[in-house]
């Protein structure tokens, strides 16, 4: 996975990867008036900035998956397993892109669920294996990136976020168009995205979920058991008294 890291973080520096950081942004923006709170921590390079510019929350910290530097930006190298945050104290977390690169995403998503807020909000965004995207890692020989990532499903990261008690608040999808590296053909191209949105709204390339992190009740769980019981003891016969004669009666 330290491959497909340094694959994918000098892919960014492209200029596919940079229409796509655009797209991914304008798919965000319906997200942002959901967005409340003081901090927000991005595991992701800080060539991703681009995707929070209409971010209501400033104080950002990234956390990249290799080391880097920055002028602009508050960068902490640290591994995801070891995030130098307290448990239940961040407002909201942007992983753009960073399931795919990573050995363990599930793990990932421990540690992000742990040092999320209850109510406080998750961001992913992926590449949607069932897509022009997908068919093209499908047939990818290189194994150059982004192509060496492992791309997931939306329905998938859903089921997996179910499991962490995380709801999933909306999803969108964006690049309808193929990966094309010439611009200028990718630009033309531009009249795919009205089409696909409205024919093939699923098979976009690109998703970006928003998903809150909800509390666990135990009330309602203990009034189950309650009612159960009660239910239970309705439904029993009523006790039967014998007379039975034993051997010192006779």
Known sequence: MVYTQKKFAAWLKSSLA????????????????????????????????KLLKECPIKDRIFVPPQTEESSTERVINTPYNALPVLSDTVDLIVLPHTLEIVEEPHEVLRHVEKALRIGGHLIIIGFNPWSLWGLRQLFSFRRSAPWSNTFYCAWRISDWLRVLNFEVVKLNRTLYR?????????????????????????FGGSYVLLAEK?????????????????????????????????????
């Open 18 to 49: 940079t229409a796509v950081t655009t797209a991914e942004s304008i798919g965000l923006r319906s997200f942002w008036k959901k967005i409340q709170g003081m901090n927000l921590l991005i595991l992701g390079s800080t060539q991703q900035a």
């Open 178 to 202: 193929p990966p094309i590296n010439n611009m200028k053909f990718f630009r033309a191209l531009k009249f795919m995205e009205f089409l696909g949105r409205f024919l093939f709204p699923f």
């Open 214 to 250: 909800k509390r666990y009740v135990l009330t309602p769980l203990k009034e189950q058991w309650k009612e159960l019981a009660m239910n239970f003891q309705a439904n029993m016969a009523p006790p039967v008294t014998r007379n039975i004669k034993h051997e010192s009666d006779r």
